[in-house]
C-alpha cells in the first residue's frame, strides 16, 4: 500500500423522514458520501442513514456550505409535507369537537326538561360530527393545492444545491 492509496473517511450519521429517504441519499451522493447503513427506526416514521466520503475532497468549506443549505431545504420540504395530513386532522377534528360542544348543550338542555332546545342543539351536533369527516378530505385537498407549489420550489432548490456540489466534486 503506497502514501497515495490512502483514503482517510469522515463519517456522517443522519435520522431522516423515511418517506424521504431516497430524496435524501441521492442528495447526499452529490455532496461525496456513501451509503454505508440504512436502519428504520422501530416505532418511529424515521430511518437512521450512516454515510462516508473521503476526508481530502477539494473544496470542502464549499461542499458544507451547500450540504447545509440542502439539508435545510429538505427539512422544510419534510415539514411541507406533514402538513399535508397534519393540517386538515387538525381541521376536522375541531370541526367535530364544536359539534361535540353542541351535544353538551343539547344533554344539558335536556337534563333541564328543554326539549326543543335540546332538539335544537343535537341537529348541529350530528352535523358536526358528519361533516368532521368531510372536512378531512375538503381540507387535505386545499392543503395540497396551497403547499404542492411551495415543495415543488423547495424540491427544486434543493436539487440546485445538489448540483452545484456535483459539478464541485467533477
Known sequence: MTESDFVAFEYLEQQIPK??????????MNFGWQVTDRTPDIGKSTVTLKLKRDRNLPEKAALNRLQKQFEQEMAAAAGLERSKSSVPTVVAMTVGLIGTAFMAGSVFAVTNQM??????????????????YFSYGWAK????????????????NAANYCQQAFQLLH
Not at 418517506?19 to 447526499?28: F, L, P, V
Not at 335540546?118 to 361533516?131: E, K, N, Q, R, Y
Open 19 to 28: 418517506a424521504m429517504q431516497n430524496n435524501y441519499i441521492d442528495g447526499y
Open 115 to 132: 326539549v326543543i332546545l335540546c332538539a335544537i342543539l343535537a341537529v348541529p351536533a350530528f352535523l358536526g360530527w358528519a361533516l368532521g
Open 141 to 156: 385537498t386545499r392543503r395540497i393545492a396551497k403547499v404542492g407549489p411551495i415543495l415543488e420550489q423547495s424540491y427544486d
